[in-house]
């Protein structure tokens, strides 16, 4: 997607992409979390629409399983089940290998844009003048051959959370970079399976989520459609919690989950294909909006920048918010790469991460083992959020904000206006 912001702008975009790729679906090595669960939140959506110039979008022809966050999803989170209404706000779960597939599509199509697969870069071309980037050095098959150098106009790092930048920046004596990180040690275990129509029918939901209840029950679990009569599910699990494999242990660990609902439809369900399994620490974000130098003719987005505890489902749109910082950039009439100018997109994009930090690494703390740098004021406000959860099992307007604002529609002060903070306390007092 950011070969496809930046086409319109250049002569030719060339993606360096180290995977082997293959032509039948979107997994590949470097995307270790592509066979699991992902949601795509509905600001998320209507900005991929508006990258990919497709006004007629159509989300199932990309994998993507749109369900009311209200009343078509049942979710259990602080010990309560949110209350079900039609919303009005789509969230759209993905079958990660055919969106990644259908995108990758869309983006060759255009003429401008070439991909070299294979293609590991190793390291920056620094200019002489030393305050700006001038193209990458890069090396293709298995590493052993020679090294060869691409000079280019803008280099942009999309390469994911394993970014090489930190230590290229620092070794150009260019820059150097701080990490902010929240430590959950989160797994997830995902089989597929397949239920029987008179369960599929039976369901009042198309998507069932169970979260952990912290500080101490550490296991949650989700279910949704993949079309063709497929259902993903995957058991998560934070601090050391992690679902078994194989098909007994797996129903095991699905019916130690705070709610057995989900084991009720597991154990009704014919398991299909092997499991898989994934690892990720928690969240990163490395901080170059605080750098004090930045080089021109260079940028970072996406998980490159600040990937986050992938349970919150936040990831690909904030990829997507990312490029329409870049687009805009690229956009302005008079548009430069000078340090300065790159220096400002950092600080950008950098601003964008708030929001969405606090609201996946103050959660985080709640349960015991998290380790890391805790935002301030995190204990005030995670009782503030424990508070609206439990408020959220039976008041429909406070639900309906927290998922407007959970899912970046609107702004997190809606869920502090003095109406809401009168019923915080309130619950917070009795209950």
Known sequence: MTAKTL????REVIILEKDTLNSENGLHKGVGQGPHSHVLLPSGMEILKQLLDSPEFNPREYGIYPADAAEELKWF???????RFHSGVNMGWCHRSQFEWRVRQDVLSVDNIQLSSTARVVGLMVAEEGNRIKGVQYQTGSGKEEIKALEADLVIDASGRGTHTPKWLSEANIASVTEDEVRTQISYTTRRFRLPPSLKDSLDWKVLAIYPEPPHVKRGGMIYPLGNGEWMTTLVGFNGEIAPSDIDGYMDYAQSLPQPELYEVLKQSTPIGDPLNYRVPGSLWRRYDDSKQWPGNYAVVGDAVCSFNPIYGQGITMVLKDLQKL??????????FTPATMTHLQKQIGKGKIIPWLMAASPDFMYTGTTGNKPPGVSIMNSYIKALMKLAGKDQDIHQRFIEAFTFLKSPTVLMTPS????????????
């Open 7 to 10: 086409s319109p702008f250049f």
């Open 77 to 83: 989170q602080f010990g309560v089940w949110k209350k």
């Open 327 to 336: 687009r805009a950039l690229l956009e302005r009439k008079e548009s430069d």
């Open 420 to 431: 809401v903070i009168g019923k915080v306390v309130v619950q917070k007092l009795f209950g």
